[in-house]
């Protein structure tokens, strides 16, 4: 059941709300003052604190202060005989959820109790999604090649550089973007990935920066495009070698100016972006073909980040093999299969010519067709199966 926290220093008006608030299933507690509240917080995790702001000693304002420090999520509502609109402005400042007036009414607090509930449960329920998801997106392995690509999204995270991320495809360039974005000081704005090998080279500069309505036929209403949906965070322009030239010069403004212009459109719009891109190509070659600019390479390129690709750092097999059976149970809703040494043994042996996002094709493959342990046997038939 939901935990809540009465501090007040009012002994009838704690045993009022606790009384209404275990009619309705809620486990109570109670604290006479604000440093008795504080302890209890910092040993018990309360979906919701109610909290007095008129208190002797330490008020509720104070108290609140300290708490934000020790639960920062934790919903406090504030209550008051004394409120007025400045005692509620202040306490919503400093983190509180609500403010209610003394006495309370039964049904607004009943309600203010449950959306303070369901946005604690959001913010759980998010906590857990980030976790899965970081997980999902790890880069597994403790070769030296790996070590070098971490080293450099260690250094580079931090700071605002705009990153060139090259490698063979399925070796991890997405996991390097996320990786950086992740440990940037843009990690709470959003990550805007664009797939440019993926958009029509009529339609990308409309997906990039967006379009007014009637700029073209099928333009039938404004249309914000990615540059301005990552404003305050990331654009990752994954196989940007893939961009058309006009599309390029487009982009080349965007880094240069920070700003952007939508098709069909006048205006400037100052936007706020850190740039990382991804390719597959050699944009060196591509420069030299003419079907790349080269002021946008180095514009680009600030920090290049080379991904190496799996028959480089086959001493990582392993370990993303026994992830991938992880990470397949979990998807499939059962308990984890075995590989035997030797059948790892041969699977590093193999040329890996899709990298990682073959292999994970395989050990899926192995896991559907195998027993509860993948043997060497399994490995030889299902990893690289013959072709009619």
Not at 166 to 173: A, E, L, Q, V
Not at 227 to 236: K, R, S
Not at 246 to 270: F, M, N, P, W, Y
Request: overall charge negative; aromatic content about 4%; proline content about 4%.
């Amino acid at each position: 059941m939901p935990k809540i926290l009465i501090i007040d220093d009012e002994r009838a008006i704690r045993s009022t709300l606790k009384e209404i608030l275990e009619f309705e299933n809620y486990t109570v507690d109670e604290a006479e003052d604000g440093q008795k509240g504080l302890q209890h917080i910092g040993k018990t995790k309360y979906d919701v604190v109610l909290c007095d702001i008129k208190m002797p000693g330490m008020d509720g304002i104070e108290v609140l202060e300290k708490a934000m420090e020790m639960a920062p999520d934790t919903p406090f509502i504030m209550i008051s005989a004394h409120g007025t609109i400045d005692t509620a402005v202040e306490a919503t400042k400093k983190g509180a959820y609500d403010f209610l007036q003394k006495p309370p009414d039964l049904n607004r607090l009943l309600v203010s109790v449950r959306n303070a509930l369901d946005k604690s449960n959001l913010v759980t329920e998010t906590k857990i999604l980030k976790k899965k998801i970081s997980k999902t997106y790890e880069m597994v392995g403790t070769s030296e090649a790996l070590g070098r690509v971490k080293q450099a999204i260690e250094k580079v995270a931090p700071t605002d550089a705009r990153v060139l991320i090259t490698g063979p495809n399925g070796s991890g360039k997405e996991l390097v973007a996320r990786a950086i974005h992740e440990h940037s000081n843009r990690a709470n704005g959003p990550l805007i990935e664009v797939n440019c090998a993926a958009i029509p080279s009529e339609l990308i500069e409309s997906e990039l920066f967006g379009h007014e309505k009637g700029s073209f036929t099928s333009a039938v209403k404004q249309r914000i495009g990615k540059f301005e949906q990552a404003n305050g965070g990331t654009l990752f322009l994954d196989e940007v070698g893939d961009m058309s030239l006009s599309a390029q010069a487009k982009v080349l403004r965007a880094l240069q100016e920070h700003k952007i212009t939508r098709v069909g459109g006048d205006k400037d719009i100052q936007v706020d972006v850190r740039v990382l891109a991804a390719t597959n190509k050699n944009l060196l070659e591509e420069i030299e073909a003419k079907t790349f600019r080269e002021d946008l390479y180095h514009r680009l390129g600030v920090i290049l980040v080379h991904v190496p690709p799996l028959n480089e750092r086959r001493e990582d097999i392993p370990d993303l093999v026994q992830k991938f059976l992880q990470d397949i149970a979990n998807d499939y809703g059962n308990k984890p299969k075995t590989i035997t040494a030797d059948a790892l043994e041969y699977l590093k042996q193999l040329d890996w010519r899709g990298n990682v996002r073959e292999l994970r094709n395989v050990v899926e493959r192995l896991v559907i067709m195998s027993g509860q342990e993948v043997t060497l046997e399994d490995a030889k038939a299902y990893a690289r199966p013959a072709v009619a």
